[in-house]
């Protein structure tokens, strides 16, 4: 089973930028797909991004599109979540998680393994 390492999180002001990272180990990197998730206080825990192994499907929620981007390394074994603009909504604890499918998804239900997350705090 793959294990996940967050991390890139902190305290930012409104429109500004992170880039989190999502380290990898334990198993094959190229046979997983992974997500980005997060969860504000009080919500549930919602998809922003996912990454297929090969790195030709990219999908993302409609409220980061055009703001935040997911990329891939595979050499490093390490998935980034680069956000910009960010919006005081957008404070959560962010996970990223593994998918042992082709397809990757962004429902919480259909992840394999989690890493222990990471928080993003954005002021206004």
């Known amino acids: 089973e793959v294990q996940l390492v967050e991390s890139g999180g902190g305290l930012v002001q409104a429109g500004g930028s992170l880039r989190l990272s999502c380290a990898a180990s334990g198993s094959t990197f190229d046979d997983y797909t992974i997500g980005w998730f997060r969860q504000a206080p009080g919500k549930e825990r919602e998809g922003v991004s996912c990454?297929?192994?090969?790195?030709?499907?990219?999908y993302y929620a409609n409220s980061v599109k055009g703001r935040f981007t997911i990329s891939s390394d595979n050499a490093k074994n390490t998935v980034y979540l680069q956000m910009n603009s960010l919006k005081p909504e957008n404070t959560a604890v962010y996970y990223c998680?593994?998918?042992?499918?082709?397809?990757?998804?962004?429902?919480?239900?259909?992840?394999?393994?989690w890493g222990k997350g990471t928080l993003v705090t954005v002021s206004s």
């Open positions: 998680a593994a998918r042992r499918r082709r397809l990757c998804s962004l429902y919480y239900y259909d992840m394999d393994s």
């Open positions: 990454i297929s192994s090969s790195s030709r499907t990219l």
